[in-house]
Structure formats: C-alpha cells, structure tokens
T-cell receptor, first 112, second 113 residues
C-alpha cells in the first residue's frame, strides 16, 4: 500500500506571496492532519480534516487554511507569506476512528 | 491541556550500548502515546504506540517502551544501539481521534563508533 505523499517536496517563495501544498493520504484513510515543524517551535498542529470537514484546529492565524476533497486528498494554503512561515510542513493520515497517524515526507517551504 | 516533555535534548551513546530516551506526559484522560523517529529532512516514522493493555510495548527496529501511569512516563529503550539509529526521536500524546497529537521537542541521538 502506498504511503502518504506530499507535493511539492521543496518550495521557495517570497514574502507576501501565497502557497498551496498538497497531501495524498494512504488509500482508505479519511483523516488528514497538518503540522508545521520549525527548529524554534518544534512540531505544531495546524488542523485536521475528516470527511471534508475541519474537525480540529491549532493556534495559527487565519492566513493558514486548508481543505479536503471527496477522495480525502488535502491541500493547505498559506496566504501573505512571512519569513517565519519557513518550515517543514508535514501531513499525516489515519483511518476513520483509528488512532495511528502515518506521516508523509513533508514539504520544505523557504520564504525569502 | 495535554503536553509532552522530553528532558534530554541530545544524547550520545556508543554503538552496541543500551539506550533509554525519556518522555513525560500530561494528559487528563487515558493517553494514547507514540514514539516516532525522524531522519534529517524526512517525515516521521512510527516506532511504537500504546493505547491500553500490556504496559510494555514492542516496536519496530528492536525498540520497546514502557508505560508507567504513576510516573506519567513512556520511556523508549533499545538494548543495543546501531549506527543507523542516529536520528531525532519524538514522543507524542494523542486523544481518541489521533488527528491532533501533541509532540515533545525531540531528542537527538548521536551514535559513536
């Protein structure tokens, strides 16, 4: 069974731009979560989507948003990029009602 | 609110030596506990998990962890470390719906030849 895939793997943007990251969960998984990982703040939860609905949300500004499609694929969007948004963005999927998350390789976003 | 503390930022052990990485958690209900490993530039790989039952949990790559409710701990152990174990290790606590997990700050493991 294929694992969680994230595209693109690397991205360079400039301040003020917006970016969209994509995540394809493991087949059959209906929950997709997003995390931001930085050296200073560690791994922080962004949000979780389940059956196209946002079920949980972390403490991030409204510039960070996401959505999930009917095939469980998810996208996250960051608008008006700031230097501090430079991070590794990790996506994780899990089965509906199951409790183990499986992580993708991440998207490395650099904001210049 | 749930939280996870990994007291050791960096640990160095010799190849073949035993390893213990510490993890303490704070959670109001029965916790779901996880250990992940991350190699540089990579995502997180699940080593093992504890939901209930036997408090000694076996994982992949020869790792095990013991859940001690009285100490709010979930320490990771390996009897003999290999050079390929060098990586960063994260302990995490989650709720029933694991869509939202809280991670510790991680412990970086260096293995000396």
């Amino acid at each position: 069974k294929a694992g969680v895939t994230q595209t693109p793997r690397y991205l360079i943007k400039t301040r003020g731009q917006q970016v969209t990251l994509s995540c394809s969960p493991i087949s059959g998984h209906r929950s997709v979560s997003w995390y931001q990982q930085t050296p200073g703040q560690g791994l922080q939860f962004l949000f979780e989507y389940f059956s196209e609905t946002q079920r949980n949300k972390g403490n991030f500004p409204g510039r960070f948003s996401g959505r999930q499609f009917s095939n469980s694929r998810s996208e996250m969007n960051v608008s008006t990029l700031e230097l501090g948004d430079s991070a590794l963005y990790l996506c994780a999927s899990s089965l509906a009602g199951e409790d183990t998350q499986y992580f993708g390789p991440g998207t490395r976003l650099t904001v210049l | 609110a749930q939280s996870v503390t990994q007291p050791d930022i960096h640990i160095t052990v010799s190849e073949g030596a035993s390893l213990e990485l510490r993890c303490n958690y704070s959670y109001g209900a029965t916790p779901y506990l996880f250990w992940y490993v991350q190699s540089p530039g990579q995502g997180l790989q699940l080593l093992l998990k504890y939901f209930s039952g036997d408090t000694l949990v076996q994982g992949i790559k020869g790792f095990e962890a013991e859940f001690k409710r009285s100490q709010s701990s979930f320490n990771l152990r390996k009897p003999s470390v290999h050079w390929s174990d060098a990586a960063e290790y994260f302990c995490a606590v989650g709720a029933l719906h694991a869509g939202k997990s809280t991670f510790g700050d991680g412990t970086t493991l260096t293995v000396k030849p």
